[in-house]
């Protein structure tokens, strides 16, 4: 909480953009950090839905109609290196994790009001009103806890790559190439997940060895191939 304010403090003096990346990670993961050590023998849901939307957030700040500057490309950086790493953690731990649920009463209800809403207003402050595409993907991390929460496995992994593909779409309708790579990226992260928990063990050791060496290759050009082609369309055929 110190270092966090210590970094807003700073940057409301010198309005610089380290400043404002420190208060950037420091504030969120403070308020993640209260809530894990207030509830650690809960499954975290809240935490992992409100960091992957604050990453959301981070990774869209910067649009064609909006003149970048060095604060937004800060975020987006940010953006860019979080939500790959807490998608995982908010699709693949929960699955595994044996920890009880979180309880239903009024403060976990708030506690999920707010793990939603302060993201959206990051959001909302970043991208006035073109934030609503951020509400979409509210509605896809909600979506995903709920599926994470059940247990259902195959449709967390399809859920995820539809947002794989949501994500592409974004990048495609912003001019955004970064979010056309972390979506291919995402996908292939999803197809890898869903071979090595239901797909790896149903194969003998050969047949699941040669079967990961095609998807390396066969899958890894074919997505690249895919990749290069959208970036292309994006920029209009420009290399």
Not at 6 to 30: D, E, K, N
Not at 79 to 94: E, H, K, Q, T
């Amino acid at each position: 909480m110190l270092w966090a304010a210590g970094a807003a403090l700073g940057y409301l003096l010198l309005r610089g953009w380290p400043q404002l990346s420190l208060t950037a990670v420091l504030a969120p993961w403070w308020l993640a950090s209260e809530y894990l050590v207030r509830h650690e023998r809960e499954v975290p849901y809240a935490v992992f839905s409100f960091l992957l939307l604050v990453a959301f957030s981070y990774l869209t700040a910067l649009w064609p109609e909006r003149a970048p500057s060095d604060e937004r490309r800060a975020l987006c950086v940010l953006g860019a290196v979080a939500v790959l790493p807490l998608g995982i953690l908010a699709a693949a731990v929960p699955l595994s994790d044996h920890r009880r649920p979180p309880p239903a009463d009024w403060s976990t209800a708030m506690i999920w009001v707010l793990a939603f809403l302060l993201p959206l207003g990051v959001a909302l402050l970043l991208r006035g009103s073109k934030a609503w595409m951020n509400v979409l993907a509210a509605l896809w991390v909600a979506v995903l806890a709920l599926a994470t929460h059940a247990h259902w496995t195959l449709a967390v992994h399809a859920w995820c790559a539809l947002g794989a593909a949501g994500l592409i779409a974004w990048g495609m309708r912003e001019l955004r190439s970064e979010r056309i790579n972390l979506g291919v990226a995402a996908f292939a992260i999803t197809v890898l997940f869903f071979y090595f928990s239901s797909v790896m063990d149903k194969l003998g050791r050969s047949a699941s060895l040669i079967g990961l060496g095609i998807l390396f290759l066969a899958g890894g050009w074919g997505l690249e191939q895919g990749r290069r082609r959208l970036v292309a369309q994006m920029r209009g055929g420009r290399p």
